[in-house]
């Protein structure tokens, strides 16, 4: 899951993101609106945590534009916590709001269910075979008993299942598992997907050769 | 209940009032008619009472002298008919009857004045004569029984006619005591009266109910805007303060009114919308802050960290607090200032040594940002407080190096001009864009529409309310991409 953050204030950036990236996901930041723009179009983000004071562009002129090309959910972060401005967020195209200071535990929450109805998953735990995935507690358990991924595994898990059904390419992957940091090492992605198959069984990814991986059900 | 209503109250008034006016024309209306009516019958009862004197007097003298004509005076050139309304004639002092003597007279009317008193209808004329004893010497045969006799009024000159009952009588007491009366039976003129005060108190009665009524709907049509004035602020003071007054005519007095209510519930209303945007910027401004230590704690909480992530978490925590701390100070002196409870000092400063102490304090920021600051106040003299007036310039020259451009300058310079002491901040920096010139001295208002690390956004509107407390005025000049022209005046007085 790769999230993009877009905050002017530079210590809250950084904190929401080391939370968010122990947390397993990868996430890009901007600290105008300028530029989270300009990366919220460029790349298939899982979801744009969205400041509305910001420079250069404000968040409502940011989440307009992003609405005009992309269906990215966006969370709305604000300080302004008066109703016509929440309405105001949600009709403009939000797909939620959290209003400063938020608790960092609901707004990992907000943020799970917001890409889980994204992926038309209303349920937080996924069941695929004898393995179960909890997105809420991010743990996944095979027959029962607990697995133990690395939270990049972890990801490429979740990712996979809430697209189950689906052959996702290689480029897909790396664009939702690592973030603008990453040394995007091409080999980096097979040593994941041979991790995962190690704990959870060779046939749990297939591959389409070509195309790229698939969870349960791809032909 | 009912005098509580100014309506009611007006219409008391009104109805008082009307109600003298028409008892007042009325009664003069009433009093002339009635004058009119007995002046002609005074005038024919007052003649008759002279004839009764004269058929007196040609009765001749007493009884002791009975048979004798009367004895006269020479009568003197104006005739015997100068003589007949002067009373009893003129008797010589020896000749003059000695009143307690005097035996009554006897009384007929003479013959020419039968006409005068009319004994068969009831309603003419009739007459009474009395001695001076009290025994009737003579009456017609229409007078009314047991008729008091009438005394003679203790002051001179004539006597007016009396009404008794329906009878109106004039009468006439002669030197020696007799009593003459000529009456008159005035039904007809006293129910013609009756008939005109009846008139006059209908026509009263009615223009009066006419005029309440008319009175009472004045009265209510000139209340109404009051009510709507009532009803209107009935409504903004329980809280509906888009509510204002409908104004109709906005030229009479309670239009005026209503216009100066709804001018002061605008001012109201953006007052408390200016408050309340106030109190949501404010705790706007303390949100982020408080966002960033939550955030970073409970980041730092989720696991065991190292003790560099620990001090970087501490030092982030104490950013955000050192900015709350900033903000509160600024919220505090401006609502202090606001208060009117920041007093200034008055006295003579030099601005110049003023404007120096700041510069210096700005220096290292400068140095930092590679702004040059050329400082050229000469000795100024100006009056308040120097620690005030520096914090202000010092906040001007902050916002002129933090807005510069590298290797930009900035220039200060002073001078008396008109009773003013005036300073300018001039700076080489980016400007301020036409569109928000305008409110650069609201609180919270930012040119660039986000939180700039150290600043709270409320240095300007301090530094307004300072120069405001001292009776001066700060004004602004920009021109994007040139510069921004800060101008104080302070008055040297």
């Known amino acids: ?219 | 209940m009912i005098f509580n209503s100014i309506r009611w109250r007006l219409q008391i008034w009104y109805g008082l009032l009307l109600l003298g006016v028409l008892a007042g024309f009325g009664i003069t209306a009433y009093e002339l008619q009635r004058g009119k009516q007995f002046r002609r019958t005074d005038e024919e009862l007052r003649r008759r009472v002279n004839e009764l004197g004269n058929a007196l007097r040609a009765n001749g003298p007493p009884p002791r002298e009975r048979g004798l004509p009367p004895h006269r005076p020479p009568r003197d050139r104006f005739g015997p008919e100068a003589q007949i309304d002067d009373g009893p004639p003129m008797l010589s002092p020896e000749e003059r009857p000695d009143p307690a003597s005097h035996p009554p007279r006897e009384f007929h009317l003479l013959p020419r004045q039968a006409g005068l008193f009319d004994d068969t209808e009831t309603n003419g004329f009739y007459y009474v004569v009395w001695s001076r004893d009290g025994t009737i010497l003579g009456h017609s045969t229409n007078a009314p029984a047991n008729m008091p006799i009438p005394t003679k009024p203790l002051t001179n000159g004539p006597i007016p006619p009396r009404l008794r009952g329906e009878f109106r009588e004039a009468y006439q007491v002669t030197p020696p005591g007799e009593v003459l009366l000529a009456g008159r039976l005035i039904t007809s003129e006293l129910d013609e009266l009756r008939r005109t005060a009846l008139t006059l108190s209908g026509a009263g009665g009615l223009i009066l109910l006419v005029s309440m009524a008319g009175g009472w709907w004045l009265a209510g049509r000139a209340i109404r805007p009051i009510d709507d004035i009532s009803a209107a602020a009935v409504k903004i003071a329980a809280g509906d303060l888009s509510q204002r007054i409908d104004l109709q005519d906005t030229s009479n007095e309670l239009g005026r009114l209503g216009t100066v209510l709804n001018s002061t519930f605008d001012r109201l209303g953006a007052a408390l919308e200016e408050q309340k945007q106030f109190t949501a910027d404010a705790a706007h401004e303390l949100r982020t802050p408080v966002s960033v230590v939550l955030t970073q704690s409970q980041t730092a909480l989720n696991r065991e960290r190292t003790a560099a992530e620990y001090r970087e978490t501490v030092e982030s925590c104490q950013r955000a607090a050192q900015r709350m701390r900033r903000l509160i100070e600024s919220l505090l002196e401006l609502a202090r200032l606001d208060g009117g409870q920041e007093q200034m000092k008055r006295e003579r400063i030099d601005l110049a040594h003023t404007a120096a102490d700041c510069v210096k304090l700005v220096q290292p920021l400068a140095d930092g940002r590679k702004v040059n600051i050329h400082c050229a106040v000469m000795p100024l003299n100006c009056t308040g407080d120097a620690e005030r007036i520096g914090q202000v310039i010092t906040n001007l020259l902050t916002n002129a190096v933090n807005y510069n451009r590298e290797n930009g300058e900035v220039r200060v310079t002073g001078e008396a001009r008109n009773g003013s002491a005036i300073i300018t901040v001039a700076d080489t920096g980016q400007g301020i864009p036409p569109g928000d010139l305008p409110h650069i001295f609201k609180r919270f208002y930012r040119v660039e529409k986000s939180r700039t690390a150290g600043r709270t956004g409320l240095g300007l509107s301090i530094s307004k309310a300072i120069i405001d407390a001292h009776g001066g005025t700060i004004e602004v000049a920009s021109e994007v991409g040139k510069g921004t022209i800060f101008t104080m005046r302070l008055p040297q007085a």
């Open chain 1, 1 to 219: 899951m790769r999230i993009l953050i877009i905050e002017d204030e530079p210590d809250l950036l950084r904190a929401l993101a080391q939370a968010l990236r122990e947390e397993g996901y990868a996430i890009d930041t901007a600290t105008d609106g300028e530029d989270g723009l300009f990366k919220a179009e460029s790349w298939e983000y899982d979801a744009v945590v969205l400041d509305i004071m910001l420079p250069k562009l404000d968040g409502w002129e940011v989440l307009r534009r992003i609405r005009k090309t992309k269906k990215t959910p966006v969370l709305m972060l604000t300080a302004r916590d008066q109703s016509r401005d929440r309405v105001r967020g949600l009709d403009t195209g939000a797909d939620d709001y959290v209003v400063k200071p938020f608790d960092l535990a609901e707004l990992l929450a907000r943020l799970r269910a917001l890409i889980r109805r994204t992926s038309n998953q209303t349920r937080a735990a996924i069941e695929i075979g004898d393995i179960i995935i909890d997105t809420a507690a991010r743990s996944i358990s095979r027959a029962g008993e607990s697995v133990a991924l690395t939270a990049r595994e972890y990801a490429l898990v979740e990712y996979l299942a809430l697209h189950r059904g689906e052959v996702i390419t290689r480029t897909a992957l790396y664009e939702h598992l690592f973030d603008e940091n990453d040394s995007t090492l091409s080999n980096l992605l097979d040593v994941h997907v041979s991790n995962v198959r190690k704990k959870l069984g060779h046939e749990f990814i297939v591959t389409r050769r070509g195309h790229g991986y698939c969870i349960e059900g791809c032909t």
